[in-house]
């Protein structure tokens, strides 16, 4: 953790960002919200971003890091695919991630998801969290809870007196439903189709009851034809439990003749 | 074919009037002057053979190795001086180590033939180096499959089918050329490189010698490693009966 940070100022940058593979191809998806504080400084950013023709990056944590090092690998990829005369396999690229983020790692914050299509491998996911290790898997999720509020919080579960891993843990269990949820949602041998609605499907779960998450999904469908970038607004998701309907003004439900304003 | 350079062939950094370097050529001479290396590609993998010429009788056999794995998946047999040999496998070794901890991944049998060959062409710019005599036939198994290069002391890399360098290299190219490269396996292989070994050696100017096979194909998993002792034995047999049969006629 930065210890040089300003205890009483808090900033996080949350962020829901997903990878699954599917028969034949992958597909990444996203959020669209970059926070500082409460203030959500952009509302459509794209997390997804892209490293060569066929390897695509899902990009968390802090902005500033993330970009970084898509910069770099992307411009080490570039010079790869020169060398080698053939485009570069997803496993080089992640791992060209994982050494920048492992060998920095005291400076970096950063967690990604790299994902794309090779004609040795075919299509593959790997997730690279903060510390840089680095693991292929068949789907994966990072729900970047972003950086602590230091207050004086006693864990519900278990008499820790330390602040940072405190909040951390309560944050971090508010949004593990979401593994809950892959773990009963995701088979193998999905078709193309199936795969993008789970993954708008989780990612829109997410925007509901994470507040560092929101605004739109994007995803980015890629396989051995290419790659489809796909957009779903944020008002076109489906209502999950307890959403409102979207309203134009608080107003037309004060004037409205039915005098509930919120359906109980 | 050969002709003194007079004045021109003092530095590798000097070109003839007709353009050539003869330093490079020199360089060359001491790769025929040794014994003969020859590779093949079978369809389902690599077979490499080294005629070691044996200098004293004192050696203890199986020593003075002339192939050498550089990576799980590739070797290198060397012909010329023995010294430069064991300095460009050092690299080669080296450049395969760092490309697979970079990348992740082991080095394509191409990309390491071009490093190796930039290696070699390195040492043909400078007037304090001078160029390596030897020559090597590299091979290797990646996942585009078998293939094998060959890199001479100018720094050329080619690609082959099969290749021979040495003091017995044209005698080798033509036995080569009469196999059916695309239908053998490696095992057919091996017991084919032996032979065309043993029918390349020259009995009356260089007494004994010792066979030194590798392989990487199917069979050996994809791994680089000495042709296993069963196999070797089996082919040896069969390259002095072979021999015995052509005395015969």
């Known amino acids: ?114 994902g794309g299509w090779d004609k040795y491998e075919g299509g593959k996911i790997y997730g690279i969290p903060l510390g840089g290790t680095l693991v292929e898997q068949p789907f994966t999720i990072g729900v970047q809870p972003g950086k602590l509020e230091l207050k004086e919080v006693q864990c519900s579960h278990c008499s820790l007196e330390n602040f940072w891993s405190i909040k951390y843990v309560i944050r971090r269990s508010g949004s593990s439903y979401l593994y809950g949820f892959f773990d009963q949602a995701w088979k193998e041998g999905m078709t193309k189709d199936e795969a993008e609605q789970l993954v708008v499907k989780a990612v829109s779960l997410a925007i509901a009851r994470d507040g560092a998450s929101g605004g739109v999904v994007r995803t980015v469908v890629i396989n051995s034809e290419g790659v489809t970038r796909n957009f779903y607004p944020g ?27 919120m359906n109980i | 074919m050969s002709s003194i350079g007079t004045g021109y062939d003092l530095s590798v950094t000097t070109f003839s009037p007709d353009g050539r370097v003869f330093q490079i050529e020199y360089a060359a001479k001491a790769v025929d002057n040794s014994g003969t290396v020859i590779g093949i590609k079978c369809k389902d993998g690599i077979v490499m053979g080294v005629e070691k010429l044996i200098a004293s009788k004192m050696m203890l056999p199986g020593s003075n190795r002339r192939i050498h794995s550089v990576h799980r998946h590739s070797g290198m047999a060397v012909a010329g001086l023995a010294a430069d040999g064991r300095q460009i496998v050092a690299r080669a070794k080296s450049e395969a180590t760092n490309y697979q901890s970079v990348y992740g991944e082991p080095i394509p049998v191409k990309e390491l033939a071009e490093r190796v060959a ?132």
């Open chain 1, 1 to 114: 953790m930065d210890l040089n940070m300003d205890l009483n100022s808090p900033h996080s940058m949350g962020t829901t960002i997903i990878g699954v593979t599917y028969e034949g191809g992958v597909v990444l998806g996203a959020d669209s919200r970059t926070s500082t504080g409460m203030y959500v400084a952009n509302r459509a950013s794209d997390k997804i971003t892209q490293l060569t023709d066929n390897v695509y990056v899902c990009r968390s944590g802090s902005a500033a890091d993330s970009q970084i090092v898509s910069d770099y690998v992307r411009y080490f990829l570039h010079q790869h695919t020169i060398q080698l005369g053939q485009p570069a396999t997803v496993k080089v690229a992640a791992n060209l991630i994982r050494l920048l983020s492992y060998n920095n790692k005291n400076m970096l914050q950063t967690g990604l998801i790299v």
């Open chain 1, 235 to 261: 008002d076109k998701l489906q209502l999950w439990h307890d959403e409102l309907e979207p309203q134009n003004s608080l107003l037309d439900i004060l004037n409205s003749p039915s005098p509930e304003p």
């Open chain 2, 118 to 249: 930039s290696y070699v062409h390195l040492c043909t710019l400078y007037w304090w180096l001078r160029p390596f005599g030897c020559g090597i036939i590299l091979g290797g198994y990646d996942r585009d499959g078998p293939q094998l290069y060959m890199v001479e002391p100018s720094g050329i890399s080619n690609r082959y089918f099969g290749a021979a360098i040495g003091k017995g290299k044209q005698a080798a190219k033509t036995e080569i050329e009469k196999l059916k490269l695309s239908e053998m396996t490696c095992r057919e292989g091996v017991i084919a490189v032996a032979k065309i070994i043993y029918k390349v050696h020259d009995e009356a100017k260089d007494k004994a010698f010792e066979l030194e096979m590798s392989w990487v194909c199917d069979e050996s998993k994809q791994q680089h490693q000495k042709v296993p002792d069963d196999l070797f034995e089996e082919a040896k047999a069969a390259a002095r009966t072979a021999l015995e049969e052509m005395d015969a006629d």
